[in-house]
């Protein structure tokens, strides 16, 4: 049997059974018309979370982390002097590991005391590198943004958040003064806008 005789006989066995033959044909047409539309509603749904999420200027990603309570320290078993936290060969690693990083900055967050003279504040400090006023897109106002060469010269060097610099600083300039984080001195190069404006 050749393949024209087949094809006749086919078609001739679909004539034979019209409804049979419409039926299937309805079936597979509504078949890929639901996968097709399923498929569709759900790139739909992909970009606009993903423009929703752009909109958001969601494209950073924060690794943090949490010092092991005493109780966890005691639990384990382990003194409580042991280190924790990610460390430069972390952070150079996960640099080298991920390709699609376009930028990162190191920094650590912590609560202190921030003095001057009479004046106190009780603020966030963060240790961090020159990129970090790009990424978070946090503009200096007054001064200059930290520097590479503060980072080589270990510089004892400070930016000032808007509302930190107006409670230390009620009525003079900051920049180029003294102030105290800690036990440490730190000069006033810079003022952050502020970020409730």
Not at 34 to 61: C, D, F, N, P, R
Not at 96 to 125: H, K, L
Request: glycine fraction near 8%.
């Amino acid at each position: 049997m050749n393949v024209i005789q087949q094809l006749k006989l086919g078609f001739r066995s679909l004539m034979l059974h019209k409804l049979r033959s419409a039926l299937a044909v309805l079936g597979i047409l509504i078949g890929v018309t639901a996968v097709i539309w399923l498929v569709a509603m759900g790139e739909g749904v992909s970009y606009q979370a993903q423009q929703q999420i752009k909109e958001l200027g969601a494209t950073s990603i924060i690794v943090r982390t949490i010092k092991p309570s005493e109780e966890a320290n005691s639990d384990s078993g382990s003194r409580s002097g042991i280190a924790y936290g990610l460390l430069r060969s972390d952070y150079d690693r996960i640099i080298t590991n991920i390709p699609t990083i376009s930028s990162a900055v190191p920094m650590r967050e912590i609560s202190r005391d921030v003095r001057r003279d009479e004046f106190s504040v009780s603020a966030q400090v963060i240790g961090c590198t020159p990129e970090y006023f790009s990424i978070n897109r946090l503009p200096v106002v007054r001064g200059r943004p930290l520097a590479a060469s503060d980072l080589r010269g270990l510089e004892n060097v400070v930016v000032l958040a808007h509302d930190v610099a107006e409670r230390l600083f009620p009525i003079q300039d900051p920049l180029g003064r003294a102030i105290q984080i800690g036990t440490e001195f730190y000069v006033v190069v810079g003022v952050a806008q502020d970020r409730t404006a």
